[in-house]
């Protein structure tokens, strides 16, 4: 896989049961801060399906303004600059990335999650983020998964009792299953299972499922985890099925469809 899509352990969670118009709790009326937070989620969107990372920075600048601006009012638009740090930082982690400090600001954006699970309770998008930016931390500092690995899968347990058709908490599971060893619940049909309901949940939900990197991230993974079972046919239809719904999706287009082709 190549490191620079490779978004840590247990990757990421998108927009979740929001609604796409009236933004995420942007005031449609303030027709300046609408346009703001959609090209934002635009650019995040770009920078995952792309791989362009310069446009990371950019829209997460602009969502934590905005949700500075709304304050407690808007919960859901905190959990968009959340999520879009949150992809940022695990790009920067896989790049092994030095021009930021990643473990301070993924303290910073586990505090910001606690503020949000408090405006929010038993939100499953938050709580399944709220895991994979735990486990980012054990990627960072391996002698806390001694008390951090419960934290972190307790949390993605709590996201599928409170949202058993959140996509979000099944992407979180997906991952724990593929990229954990078996002695800590590693198993790779589990993550196929994980995987292919995320998607089928995005896939009946049009208004989630669109312009959601979270969607396609979801099939990717999925596709490698048919190729670690040497489900060859199914890999290649659920990078296929990536392909159209983004043609763009760099990463199976250039990377992960083209090496299975070359091996089989």
Known sequence: MNKRHFLLFFCLVFTGSLSWFGFLGVDSSNNQSLTEAKEARQKVYQAYSRNQPTLWPAAIAT?????????????????????????YL?????????????DDRLDDLEDALDDLLDLKEDFPPAEAMMGAVIAMQIGMSPATAIYQGP???????????????????????????????AL??????????????????????????SNNWLYLHALAWLGQAYEKEGQWANAKLAYQRALSVEPNFQWVKSELLPSLERRN
Not at 63 to 75: D, F, T, V, Y
Not at 152 to 178: C, Q, T
Not at 188 to 208: G, R
């Open 63 to 87: 969502l934590k303004r905005l949700s500075s601006q709304a304050g407690n009012q808007n919960p859901d638009l905190l959990y968009e600059w959340c999520l879009a740090e949150y992809g």
């Open 184 to 209: 800590f619940g590693g198993d790779m049909k589990e993550a196929i299972k994980c995987f292919a309901k995320a998607a089928d949940l995005f896939a009946k939900n049009p208004s989630i499922a």
């Open 151 to 181: 934290r972190s899968s307790s949390y993605i347990s709590d996201a599928l009792e409170h949202g058993p058709n959140s996509p979000e908490a099944w992407v979180e599971k997906g991952n724990m299953r593929f990229h954990a060893p």
């Open 90 to 102: 695990g790009y920067c982690i896989g790049t092994k990335a030095t021009h930021i400090n990643i």
